[in-house]
């Protein structure tokens, strides 16, 4: 196990020493025995041995100098080779910080150089003050040493008043020195309380230590997992995979990244796989103090990798202050072992189909097959093939009855073997949401995923449109409010609630969001499409068509066929831009999609007769028949009506 990194190096320090270096260094309530190694606060020891004692001698020796991270990294890990120095030094500065009861914010003791080293500030006596025995002496206020007076006869009745009001007066003094906040008093006695309340974190991507190309989809899925499970302690808001990975390689500050994503805290650590073996390094920082709270190394067979992922997992929530509930170690006690080569391909298969296309949905069906023959008891194999499915018959990558038939069955297995996994709630939701119309079903499985997994985005996000369609626009806002807490910049997050706005009516809130979806996501053609329905609704037709090429061209149009669309709306405005719709409509649109085209050009009939057989196919844009506006001019009508009432949406 790689927990205990290696044993101290006894080798001769290789950074000046004073010449005669005190055998006991004495500050605060704190003793430094150097030749015994040993830490006593107010004659109690102290445990801190090892690596952490070295360092603390190291700054002892050099007092009021910045001893620099070579320095360090020279004097403790001299050659080395498979230590993580940062890493590692990390780890001793914050273990010898919490011994000595300091923090990185407001030090008393250690402070941090960025970026070069640290500095021992804390007040040293003099070496007569040293040689005197430690009960004799106790600090000022301002922590020197002061001598006690020798012990007198008790004192009279009449000296007490006098000594009652002197007390009072230093009572006095201290009040009006932390009321005013001199030389930031108050905030470095009430900091480190403060900087304990961490309601949020970000995992961010993993380094790959192997640097081989090639393993990228092991050290992306190692973060997606993780995520995973940090997010299931539900009482601390973590932020989503598809939000984090675009700081993968960055160089922000980290406090410039939680920034952005709005947390307080942000875990970043490598993952190295060799064979069979995988080891993970992880670390969490405060990113609003860039306070290091917590690291170690953890290694496993990949057979036992869930374990694994569990451990760190609870070893982030405890650190950050989260109580782990009556179940949760017996949770994690219970982890089953996963067969290797089964997890591999569901690593790879997430890897492809987080690339949101039809190429990548197809590629990690495949491996999400692979994982499911390999281990047929493996639960998150499922969820991947469910998944996989629901996107394809989503997209039109495939026949959406055959793709939907499919998906339910494996939500289903997947909950089977894992009653707690929230994610396949939420598909089995989509499918009575999108293909089913089983609106009381869609609902209550929203609401177990959420019970279950209230960190996960598309779980919030899904639900806000549902709502949204059911004439709860308000309630649909609260939902994707909170999937924007915990995804914030992805594509998904943002296009889908570009959607929602629209559905609510709303469309000038729809423009503002499609905006700043596109600055995240200047690709996302699902934004240009319901901004160019936003801009039709508001009768901006020019903008529309606009975004409607833009989207096009997005989706792999050529110059030709856009020219064809341009000159469409040239000779007949937005109509004809429909118009060139009708006439270059794929065969997906041909089986369900040709009942909005003519809604927007205005020809009730032929819309009536394509409602009628997307219901017959259980054509999925049907679910927003009830809101969507471009079907106002034709609710009216006795055969729209009649197909409302069959799909039996509530009051």
């Known amino acids: 196990m790689i927990n205990s990194i290696s044993k101290i190096p006894s080798t001769e320090s290789v950074i000046a020493t004073s010449p005669t270096p005190p055998r006991v260094v004495r500050f605060g309530v704190f003793e430094v025995d150097l030749t015994a190694g040993e830490v006593r606060k107010a004659g109690l020891r102290q445990k801190l041995v090892g690596q952490p004692f070295q360092l603390l001698q190291a700054l002892l020796e050099r007092p009021g100098e910045v001893v620099t991270r070579d320095e360090l990294r020279q004097r403790i890990w001299p050659g080395n080779a498979i230590v993580d120095y940062e890493l590692a030094l990390k780890k001793a500065v914050n273990r010898v910080r919490e011994v000595l009861g300091d923090s990185a914010e407001s030090p008393r003791f250690i402070e941090t150089i960025p970026r070069r080293g640290y500095r021992f500030i804390g007040v040293i006596p003099s070496p007569s003050a040293l040689s005197e025995p430690v009960e004799s002496r106790f600090l000022s206020a301002d922590g020197a040493v002061e001598t006690a007076e020798p012990v007198a006869t008790p004192p009279s009745r009449r000296n007490i008043p006098w000594k009652l009001a002197g007390g009072l007066a230093l009572v006095g003094v201290a009040t009006l020195l932390l009321w005013s906040n001199v030389d930031k ?256 079903n869609a609902e209550r499985e929203f609401k177990r995923a959420i019970q279950l997994d209230p960190n996960y985005s598309v779980a919030h996000l899904s639900y806000a449109v549902f709502l949204v369609t059911m004439g709860k626009p308000e309630q649909g806002f609260a939902e994707m409010k909170r999937a924007h807490e915990l995804d914030p910049t992805s594509e998904l997050t943002n296009m889908v609630s570009v959607h929602v706005f629209y559905l609510a009516r709303q469309y000038d809130q729809a423009i503002e969001q499609a905006k700043i979806a596109l600055e995240l996501n200047p690709g996302s053609w699902g934004a240009y499409i319901w901004l160019g329905k936003s801009y039709e609704r508001k009768g901006m037709y020019e903008q529309a068509s606009a975004a409607y090429l833009r989207s096009k061209a997005l989706e792999g149009l050529g110059p030709e066929e856009l020219a064809a669309f341009r000159s469409a709306y040239r000779k007949s405005g937005i109509r004809g831009h429909w118009q060139q719709e009708l006439a270059t409509a794929t065969q997906n649109q041909l089986e369900c999609g040709m009942a909005v085209i003519y809604a927007h050009i205005g020809d009730k009939d032929r819309l009536l007769e394509y409602l009628k057989r997307d219901f017959e196919h259980h054509c999925t844009d049907l679910r927003m028949l009830n809101v969507d506006a471009v079907y106002d001019s034709f609710r009216e009508d006795p055969r729209f009506q009649d197909i409302l009432h069959r799909m039996k949406f509530p009051d």
């Open 185 to 440: 008093l108050r905030s470095r006695i009430f900091a480190r309380s403060g900087s304990l309340e961490i309601h949020s974190v970000a995992v961010l991507p993993l380094e790959n230590l192997s640097k081989d190309p090639q393993q990228e989809y092991f050290s992306d899925g190692m973060t997606d997992e993780l995520i995973t499970q940090v997010a299931k302690f539900g009482n601390l808001r973590v932020i989503s995979h598809t939000s984090v990975g675009r700081y993968k390689q960055s160089n922000l500050p980290l406090r410039e990244i939680a920034r952005e994503l709005g947390v307080d805290a942000i875990v970043e650590g490598k993952v190295m796989r060799s064979g069979d073996r995988v080891r993970i390094t992880a670390q969490l920082i405060d990113a609003r103090s860039d306070t290091h709270l917590w690291a170690d190394t953890y290694e496993r067979d990949v057979w036992d990798i869930l374990a694994l992922q569990d451990e760190v997992a609870q070893r982030i929530a405890t650190q950050v202050g989260i109580s782990l509930s009556a179940g949760e170690p017996a949770r994690m006690a219970s982890t089953r072992i996963v067969n290797s080569a089964a997890y591999e391909a569901y690593l790879k298969g997430n890897f492809y189909w987080n690339r949101s296309n039809c190429e990548g949905s197809k590629k990690a069906l495949k491996f999400f097959q692979q994982a499911a023959a390999n281990d047929p008891d493996f639960a998150l194999a499922y969820l991947g093939l469910a998944e996989a499915y629901f996107t394809l018959g989503d997209w039109g990558c495939w026949p959406h009855q055959e793709a939907f038939a499919k998906s339910k069955p494996a939500a289903v297995r997947a909950i089977e073997l894992d009653p707690n996994l929230g994610a396949a709630h939420t598909w089995l939701g989509l499918l009575a949401f999108f293909y089913e119309w089983e609106w009381q």
